[in-house]
């Protein structure tokens, strides 16, 4: 055993080499590389068939993504397809004898078991000009997959040489993992998009090759040279009288010419917002998509010279339109002024009423204001003459830009609309023709320029000055008794400083009517000399006798009712530093007697208005909840010994209210206004006028296009603005600025409602109300079209289709008669895009090949012309 384990021991002399020196070449690596992601997403195989025809109409591409390096390179690899069900598969299994035989020897019928999924796609005119991918549009592929660099500068395919070397790469992956999806690369800038691709199966191969020029000759632009082009570039053996027709789809679009006239509604005036037309006009670019589905070549003529492709005999028809305002007035005011209310820093927050430094510009503005000797007349044309001009309680309520009607809620029998004006109804603002909001439109007419706001505030200043000093109330407040917390502050002053004009004007009545009597203004005390008997006393200060009513315990002696001060009228900051006032006070006598002072001038006032009265019969006036008229007693408060009442009555002085120490001191109180609006800035002005501007331009929008903005945004808009005028303490106007955004997007609509409606109304073509009803749903639908969501990129989007086409009776406000009369398209109009999509089965390559789909999408506008092929080979009878 040793001795043959000896005889077989290797020489150490031999030294065992490997000759195969085998190196992975990069196009191997970059295939590898390929067919791993390929079957990361098993998509190995045949594929069975999408049928599209029966794809639902909202149906859209998803997308599985891969990554794969080649060197220093990474690419993507993603799968796209339908997001719908897969419809039964269209091809029958066969054995290999009868796989290519004939259903019925009569029939007359292409057998077309031998098409792969997509060469049955590729001939189905259901995706002509789709809008869910440009892929799909130009080669008519629902299901493919596309290699592209992950990063577009980087990893770009910039080359021919590179492309070939990719496609290269992809054919053999696609053969070696019998994959017969498309597969398409992505070569140059992505927004050229130029795919370049192949699909292998074992019955065909496909070649998808596009092409995207600037110039292109003429010859080419027009069907008769697309079917010369197409029959050229798949260039079939077979005999001219065995091969089918050519079939087209066609779909020209025509730019409507919109007139060139003012627009009136959005025009502001000065009871409005947006004074300012000039540019107040929007771009709509409206377009009419005529359709040819399917037809025979011999049906169409198109050449450089006719064409019988008119809109009228399409049967076919789209509408789609896109807006783009270039100014929004309304926006624009509110943006203005939300940034001068932050901007503290600026020389807008200057106070108006001193003379800015020398090189500020509202210097000389102020200065010669100072100097010059102006009447009120001069201050209110500076100011414009609308904001003091004299208005009914009605038209204060409701302007004269709209009707009264459409402002109540229950007079409108649309919910959403009744729900926008709800809302705005409990905005904390200003009455839409108050004081307060005709300056508010004054100001936003010049909210651009610092100079004309800062003459407008001043004059406004001096006019309400002027008022207070000659003792004439505010246009439009006469009815005002009090201010309206309710409403903004701003507003809540002016009806505060109508309320001292007010008093001021009572007071002087009074002593006029007092005239012989001897004038108390602010006494510290008074001590009134007393009678033998209070009965004596001669009664002063009566209003009105109280019905039948009399002296509790002289039932012989009428009760009055006396003359006595107003309560004191407060703003909301007013109720809020009485508040704090009272707070700092300690509980007990000192926060009681703080708050007996009206009552104190009452029972002053009684007792001088009735000799002889005593605690009960000031209830039985003042507080008759606490009288019981049965029992004739008191109420159990009441009843308690030494409570604030019976102090306060056993304190009180006989002493009539025109005598009495002013409770409400309106001089001091409309100083103090006045003087906050001479020293405000204009960041404190635009502070004030806010809210006002936000519900005016909120009211002013839904009065004008109610059949819009309540399907819409009206309702969050509404919402919003109201939300945001009772916020008093957000933080930076974030809530103003959330409202801004809702009216922006709203502002948009309606403009478009508006261009959209002025285009189509015609008076000389509606015959009928229902008419005009279907206008209106027709404008509804393509603003809904317009505003769906699409890639930016998209080449083909979907219009509102128009049933009936030409015959329509939209028909003849679009085209008129055709010749150019009374319609919206000119006479010979020129189409701005036309695009083709043409079908053709024919044998290829050889005469004796099998019929093989053929398809060329084409699409030519101004300076951007795009053809794609997808050509299929018999990879069989060759």
């Known amino acids: ?30 295939v590898s590389a390929v067919e791993v992601a390929i079957h990361d997403m098993n998509l190995e195989g045949s594929r069975t068939n999408y049928d599209v025809v029966k794809l639902p109409a909202e149906w859209e591409l998803e997308m599985t993504e891969r990554r794969i390096t080649y060197e220093s390179n990474t690419f993507l690899v993603r799968w796209f397809r339908p997001n719908a069900e897969v419809a039964e598969d269209l091809t029958e299994v066969k054995d290999d004898d009868d796989e290519y035989e004939m259903r019925n020897e009569n029939e007359e019928v292409t057998n077309l078991n031998h098409y792969s999924s997509a060469a049955h796609q590729i001939s189905s005119p259901t995706l002509d000009f789709c809008t869910k991918s440009n892929l799909c549009a130009m080669y008519g592929v629902v299901e493919f997959l596309v290699l592209l660099g992950e990063h577009s500068t980087n990893d770009r395919i910039a080359t021919m040489e590179q492309k070939d070397f990719v496609m290269s790469a992809v054919r053999m992956a696609l053969n070696n993992t019998n994959c017969e999806l498309p597969f398409f690369v992505l070569c140059g800038a992505p927004e050229r998009e130029l795919y370049f691709g192949a699909a292998e199966s074992r019955t065909q191969t496909m070649t998808f090759l596009p092409a995207h020029l600037h110039q292109i000759l003429p010859r080419h632009t027009n069907l008769t ?181 459409s402002l109540h809620p229950q007079s409108t029998s649309d919910p959403n609309l009744a729900k926008c004006l709800e809302d705005l109804r409990h905005s ?86 007092h005239s012989n009597e001897e004038f108390f203004d602010a006494e510290e005390t008074l001590e009134t000399t007393k009678t033998s008997s209070d009965v004596d006393r001669t009664p002063s200060g009566r209003e009105k006798r109280l019905g039948e009513a009399t002296l509790h315990h002289r039932p012989d002696v009428p ?26 006070l300690k509980e007990g006598s000192e926060r009681t007697e703080a708050q007996m002072g009206l009552l104190r001038s009452d029972m002053q006032a009684f007792k001088a208005a009735n000799p002889g009265c005593d605690l009960i019969d000031f209830i039985r006036w003042h507080s008759p909840k606490d009288f019981d008229e049965e029992t004739g007693e008191l109420s159990d408060r009441m009843r308690i010994k030494d409570n604030a009442w019976e102090k306060c009555w056993r304190e009180a002085t006989p002493l009539p209210a025109i005598h009495q120490q002013p409770h409400f001191n309106e001089a001091t109180v409309a100083e103090g206004i006045l003087s906050v609006f001479e020293h405000a800035t204009m960041a404190q002005v635009t502070d004030w006028i806010l809210p006002i501007l936000f519900h005016q331009t909120a009211l002013q929008l839904i009065s004008e296009d109610g059949q819009v903005i309540v399907e819409g945004e009206g309702a969050t808009m509404c919402s919003l603005v109201s939300r945001a005028t009772r916020d008093a303490t957000q933080p930076a106007k974030q809530a103003y600025y959330q409202a801004l955004h809702h009216i922006r997007k709203y502002e948009r609509l309606a403009h478009f409602y508006v261009h959209l409606w002025k285009t189509f109304w015609r008076q000389q073509f509606l015959k009928k109300k229902k008419e005009e009803d279907e206008i209106r749903r027709l404008v509804k639908e393509i603003m809904k079209e317009s505003d769906t969501e699409r890639p930016v990129e998209a080449m083909f989007r979907r219009g509102v289709r128009l049933p009936g086409a030409a015959s329509h009776f939209l028909g003849e406000i679009i085209g008129g008669d055709f010749q150019g009369q009374n319609g919206l398209l000119r006479k010979n109009q020129t189409p701005m895009r036309k695009s083709y999509v043409l079908y053709w089965n024919a044998p290829v390559p050889a005469a004796s090949s099998r019929i093989q789909p053929q398809r060329i999408f084409a699409n030519f506008e101004h300076e951007d012309h795009r053809i794609c092929s997808a050509t299929t080979n018999d990879a069989v009878f060759m």
């Open 225 to 405: 040279g697309l079917i010369g082009l197409m029959k050229e570039k798949v260039g079939t053996r077979a005999s001219v009288v065995d091969l089918e027709e050519v079939r087209a789809s066609i779909r020209f679009e025509y730019q409507f010419q919109e007139p060139d006239r003012p627009r009136k509604l959005f025009i502001g005036n000065e009871k409005k917002l947006n004074k300012d037309c000039r540019d107040c006009r929007h771009a709509l670019e409206l377009t009419l998509l005529c359709l040819w589905p399917h037809l025979p070549e011999t049906r169409v003529h198109e050449n450089e010279s006719f064409s019988n492709l008119e809109p009228a005999d399409s049967s076919h028809w789209e509408i789609h339109a896109n807006f783009h305002p270039r100014h929004q007035p309304f926006s624009h005011i509110l943006k203005t002024a939300l940034a001068h209310c932050l901007n503290e820093s600026s020389p807008l927050a200057k106070e108006l009423f001193v003379l800015p430094p020398s090189d500020d510009p509202l210097k000389e503005t102020t200065k010669m204001m100072d100097q010059m000797s102006l009447k009120n007349d001069d201050w209110s044309n500076l100011l414009g003459g609308e904001v003091f001009s004299e208005v009914t309680d009605e038209d204060r309520r409701y302007p004269s830009w709209m009707t009264v009607a």
């Open 1 to 30: 055993f040793e001795c043959v384990m000896a005889e077989i021991e290797p020489n150490d002399d031999d030294v065992f080499e490997i000759d195969d020196f085998t190196v992975v070449s990069p196009l191997e690596t970059l």
């Open 428 to 513: 904390k603002s200003a009455p839409p023709r108050s004081m307060a909001s005709r300056l508010a439109v004054q100001l936003s007419h010049v909210m651009d320029d610092e100079s004309d706001m800062a003459v407008k505030w001043v004059s406004f200043v001096r006019l309400l000055r002027a008022h207070w000093e000659s003792n004439q109330e505010l246009p439009g407040l006469s009815s005002m008794t009090a201010p309206n917390l309710g409403s903004c502050i701003f507003n809540q002053k002016l009806e505060m400083l109508q309320c001292c004009i007010k008093a001021r004007l009572q007071r002087m009545a009074c002593y006029e009517n």
């Open 559 to 584: 009760l009055y009712a006396p003359n006595t001060q107003m309560p004191c009228p407060m703003t909301e900051d007013m109720v809020a530093a009485h508040a704090e006032h009272l707070s700092s």
